[in-house]
Every structure is written in structure tokens, then in C-alpha cells.
């Protein structure tokens, strides 16, 4: 009977386990449900010059998280002095097997718009053309019964892959990722005025720097967008023609904005996480050249903090000329472990064209006291860390010894003019223009110059620096910090070797301010007796850290370390007062250096939101 019983339980736990039921007549045999097909989407994609920015910007399209059998490309480009158009055309040759739909509408004259002075203005035929092709693609979406409409400016990098999903999981009809830029400037604002301009709000920055994180209801988003068509609402939107009641200034994000209010429809923009990036807008007066290099900035600033941004599968990126920038030598440092570090410079590097030689630091951490001892170094007498009042680490030990050999080294080879840098830096905007500007400046005014900073932390905050006439974005200057960047002259180097620093040494950054006669502490600078060292800085730098003291991903070698006699004492143990890693003490209005010639490229690069 209990056998019986067990034969009977595994029979039915047979049966129940063995998937989908078989039933004795067809009708009764049940297979699970399969599931839904994703949403169709339609993605518009107007280009005009952008032959800088397809590579990236179609890379990061194709890259999209999202089945590429749901997804109709509607892609449009006119008035084009680059090379746009034909780009255009070989992706999507190459990829209308991929996606489901391709539609292709280009235009190859005119190149210019008959009331525009030149490629980045924005005239009133220029507004009405783009809104009219803005309203032919969300047209061509409706009547494929696209699900949604995605509107993406081709040189927004969407870097996120599953920017598509996360948006169409907000449910709303008008929704658009937060995307990062070099300033304030993002794709939403929080305020408008009654005649619909920007208005600023207090609101704006705490989403902007993602204080606050979430989906939030604002007057305005434009750049990329995804309209949800599946809701009765969306039937009223319209990027052209404008609304008959609309009286407000004409301008494309303005018009489909007031579009939305009058359909009742609330924008949301979403910061939850990090969805991508793009370009502050420029000038009506600047140049396709500024355009390329705003958008090349941009994608550099990407590789900061994030994985970097490769290009189209299917469109290779341009090739690159790196030259040295005009010096005799590019140096630039990198700890051998640090291979991140050194993976990222080298390819901003080439991004920028810029030809360096890769030094192996010193690493001060692996140093024993017999091998410091082999090279007559000794420290200085009575030096402690302003902060912390330790004396110097292995960190800063080996970072002087890297910077040491570069300067022995130029004077070996007799350089006359050479850049050095550090690996955990990040170039401004237009760095390669606005340098070789500088230099061009300093050689025709003939300065008599050993240092020239172009990424420090300046000190001296209470009084300005001195202005030197006749040359652009140039001050002597004062007591600074870091080495992340600066020239240096033959002579400059055959003096910094001749104060023989290794005999009494004390961390680089402090070296050099004694060398030009800038320091606080008087006791350093009687160690040195000549102290000649013509040191200047460019104003505004050029450079800055890619991290500061606090920020995610922060690492120091020169702080984070041991003392350079006692390896078991270690010298972190206080980073929140790590003063000489905080970003620049706050200048008062006074000691700013407001008397210095400014080149046009500085407004162009100052920040604006």
C-alpha cells in the first residue's frame, strides 16, 4: 500500500514538473505566453555640420540598448560646408539592414540660409526650416503608429545604453534625460518667463548638480526628448505649425514648448542618473572650427569620469596629425601602476593631436631609504607640511625625482622650449588653440621667461597678480600650487639644476614658488641663495585636476603615503584637510586678476547657462 501511495505521489510530481500540459485533445494542450514585442520608436536625427560629431554621436545611436528590429531611423541634413551629407548617407547604406525602417532626407543646396551671416546663427528661415523637419518626422512616426518619437541633436552623446528604456519606464508623454555639460547649461530649464525666455529659479541648480534626483515637471526641455504617442494628449503637439494663439518670440524650443502647455501636456526631465552629455551652445559669431572643438571637449570631459565614448561601428573617426604643439619636447608623467591614468591621457592626447613622450615616474613608494641615500638626497632642514605639519612623504619624494629628471633631461638635450604634465589633469576648452596663441604672443614680444604655468593652484589670494603688458592671458606669478602643467624654458631648467634642490629638498610645488622668490616661509627661501627662477601663469589656466580632495574616484600618490624615512607611517590619515588637493580657495573681488588682456577665445569658453 505505502509503495502504491509513492509511485502515485512521483507520478503526479512527474506531471507537474514536466512544463507545459499535453492534454489528451489538442484544444487542451497550453504552452506559456511569449513576451511583448518592445514599443516601436522612431528616432529623428536633423544634422547640420556635424561632420565632427557623427563618428561619436552615430556610435553612441547604434549602442542603444534597444531592439534594433523596433526602431525606424528618420534622419534629415541640409546646408552643409562640411562633409555631413555623404557621412550621412554611408551609415545608413550600411545599417538600413539593421533597423527596421530608414528614411533619408537631404538636401545638398543651398549651404547657406539667405538672412544668416554665417553657420552658427540662428535666423527666423533657419528656425522655421528646422521646425518644419522636426514636424515631417514626428509626422512619419505617427503614421507608422509609432509607439514613441525620439528627438536627439546629432551632437548629443546619449551614453547611457539604456537611456531609451529608462524613459519610456517614466510613462509620461513628454519626457527628456538630464544631460552633462562643461557649465551649468543643461537640456531643461526651470523657470520661464510670461513671454517665455529663460527665467532662473533657485530650482535649477540642485537638479543640475543631481542634489535633488528624480523625474521633475519643467517649462521647458529641449535637445533630446521622447514624446510618448500611445497618449491621446500627444495628438495636439506640434512642432510646426506654431500654435494660432502663440505670440511669443520665434524659436523652435519655444514654440513646441508653448505647444505643450496648450495640449496640457507637462514636461518632465529625469536626472536619476547619468544619461550623457553634450556642447554649451555657441555664438552666432563663432566658427564651425569652435563648433568642432566645443564638441571635442565635450567628449574628452566624458572620458574624465566615465568609459570612453568609441565611435561608429560603421564610420570611422577622422585621423589624427599630432604634433608637440610647437615646443622641442611633450612630456608627460605617469606612474607605471597607474594604467587608467595613462590609458585616458594618451587618448585625449590623441584626440587633441597632441605628440607626447610618456615618463615613467618615479615611484617614490617602492624607494628604500639606502636607494634615496645613493642619490645625496637629503631633506631639508626644519621643513614640515603646512597642513599637517609632517615632514615629506614618498609620494611627494618620487613626484619631485619625475619632474627632476625631466628638467635634467631637457638641458641635456639642449630643448629649448618644452610642456610638461601630469596624467591626472584635464584640458579646458580650445586648450590647443589658446596655448599656441600665447606662445605665439610670448615670442613676438620677445619675454625673457623660465615657468610658465598653465594649471596651478594659486595661494597668494589676497592682492592681484601682476598683468605683463602687451601679451594675452598672461601674470607673474605668485606663491602656487601643483604641477599639473607647465612650460619650461632651457635656461629655466639649467637653473632649477643648479640650485642643487636634491641636497636640501623639500615637495616640487613648494620648490619652485622659493626658486621664484614667492614663498611665505622665509627659512625655505634662505636655503637657496639665488633665486631667479622669471615664473608667469596663464589667466585663465588651462588645465585643472580631473579630482579634488572628496570627489568620487580621488586618489593622490603624493599624499596617500608614508613618510620618506618611516614606511610605517602612513600620511592619509586626514584627507578632508588634504589642503593642498581642495580645489582653489575662493579670490576675493579685489585680488582677482581683472588687468589682464583677454584673447576672444575666453568668452567663448566662460562658462554660461
Known amino acids: ?67 534594433k528590429d523596433r526602431v525606424a531611423i528618420w534622419v534629415a541634413t541640409d546646408h552643409n560646408e562640411d562633409n555631413t551629407t555623404d557621412i550621412l548617407r554611408d551609415w545608413l547604406v550600411k545599417v538600413q539592414n539593421v533597423y527596421h525602417y530608414v528614411e533619408w532626407r537631404p538636401q545638398e543646396v543651398p549651404i547657406h540660409y ?59 508623454t513628454i519626457v527628456a534625460p538630464m544631460l552633462e ?40 526641455v529641449h535637445s533630446t526628448f521622447l514624446m510618448d504617442l500611445r497618449k491621446e494628449a500627444s495628438r495636439q503637439l506640434a512642432f510646426h505649425p506654431p500654435h494660432p494663439d502663440y505670440s511669443w518670440a520665434f524659436d523652435d524650443i519655444i514654440v513646441f514648448a508653448f505647444s505643450a502647455r496648450m495640449a496640457d501636456v507637462q514636461m518632465f526631465v529625469c536626472n536619476r542618473e547619468t544619461y550623457g552629455s553634450f556642447p554649451v551652445p555657441l555664438r552666432a559669431h563663432n566658427s564651425l572650427e569652435d563648433e568642432a572643438e566645443s564638441f571635442l571637449h565635450s567628449l574628452l570631459e566624458v572620458h574624465v569620469r566615465n568609459p570612453p565614448v568609441l565611435p561608429s561601428e560603421y564610420i570611422p573617426a577622422p585621423s589624427k596629425q599630432p604634433d608637440k604643439l610647437g615646443f622641442d619636447e611633450v612630456f608627460m608623467i605617469n606612474l607605471v601602476r597607474r594604467t587608467n591614468r595613462r590609458d585616458r591621457m594618451l587618448r585625449t592626447l590623441h584626440e587633441l593631436e597632441i605628440d607626447c ?52 633631461e631637457i638641458a641635456e638635450r639642449g630643448l629649448k622650449t618644452s610642456l610638461v604634465i601630469e596624467d591626472d589633469l584635464r584640458f579646458e576648452i580650445f586648450f590647443k588653440r589658446r596655448l599656441q596663441n600665447l606662445m605665439s604672443e610670448v615670442e613676438s614680444q620677445n619675454l625673457d621667461w623660465d615657468l610658465i604655468y598653465i594649471g596651478r593652484k594659486r595661494m597668494q589670494v589676497d592682492h592681484p597678480e601682476k598683468a605683463v603688458p602687451k601679451i594675452r592671458n598672461l601674470v607673474e606669478a605668485d606663491y602656487s600650487y601643483w604641477t599639473l602643467g607647465y612650460m619650461m624654458s632651457l635656461q629655466g631648467a639649467q637653473k632649477l639644476l ?26 625655505y627661501m634662505k636655503q637657496f641663495e639665488t633665486r631667479d627662477l622669471k615664473a608667469f601663469s596663464t589667466e585663465p589656466l588651462l588645465v585643472f585636476p580631473t579630482h579634488y580632495t572628496g570627489d568620487s574616484g580621488y586618489i593622490s600618490d603624493t599624499e596617500t603615503s608614508t613618510v620618506w624615512d618611516n614606511e610605517k607611517l602612513r600620511t592619509d590619515w586626514d584627507r578632508g584637510h588634504m589642503g593642498k588637493t581642495q580645489e582653489q580657495a575662493e579670490i576675493s573681488t579685489e585680488a582677482q586678476n581683472s588687468d589682464v588682456l583677454q584673447s576672444p577665445l575666453d568668452s567663448t569658453a566662460r562658462d554660461e547657462l
Open 114 to 172: 539667405e538672412d544668416e551671416d554665417g553657420p552658427k546663427q540662428w535666423t527666423n528661415l533657419r528656425y522655421a526650416h528646422v521646425m518644419k523637419l522636426r514636424q515631417a518626422a514626428l509626422d512619419s512616426a505617427r503614421e507608422m503608429w509609432a509607439d514613441y518619437f525620439l528627438l536627439v541633436d546629432c551632437d548629443n552623446l546619449l551614453t547611457n545604453p539604456d537611456v531609451l528604456w529608462k524613459l519610456i519606464n517614466e510613462n509620461k
Open 1 to 67: 500500500m505505502h509503495y502504491l501511495i509513492l509511485v502515485c505521489t512521483t507520478l503526479i510530481l512527474t506531471i507537474l514538473s514536466a512544463g507545459p500540459a499535453k492534454g489528451y485533445f489538442h484544444e487542451e494542450r497550453w504552452s506559456p505566453e511569449s513576451p511583448l514585442l518592445a514599443p516601436r520608436v522612431l528616432i529623428a536625427l536633423i544634422c547640420r555640420n556635424s561632420e565632427h560629431s557623427l563618428p561619436y554621436f552615430l556610435g553612441t545611436i547604434e549602442r542603444l540598448n534597444y531592439p
Open 498 to 523: 643648479k640650485a642643487e634642490p636634491l641636497k636640501r629638498m623639500l615637495p616640487v610645488d613648494e620648490f619652485l614658488p622659493v626658486m621664484f622668490n614667492k614663498h611665505p616661509v622665509s627659512d
Open 357 to 408: 613622450k610618456l615618463i615613467a615616474a618615479v615611484d617614490g613608494k617602492a624607494m628604500n631609504i639606502s636607494e634615496i641615500n645613493s642619490l645625496g638626497i637629503h631633506m631639508m632642514p626644519g621643513y614640515s607640511d603646512p597642513y599637517h605639519g609632517r615632514p615629506l612623504t614618498k609620494g611627494e619624494l618620487g613626484c619631485f625625482l619625475s619632474h627632476y629628471n625631466i628638467w635634467k
Open 181 to 220: 555639460s562643461r557649465a551649468a547649461y543643461s537640456n531643461f530649464w526651470c523657470g520661464m518667463t510670461s513671454q517665455g525666455y529663460y527665467k532662473r529659479t533657485p530650482a535649477y541648480i540642485p537638479i543640475r548638480k543631481q542634489v535633488r534626483r528624480g523625474c521633475f515637471a519643467v517649462p521647458m
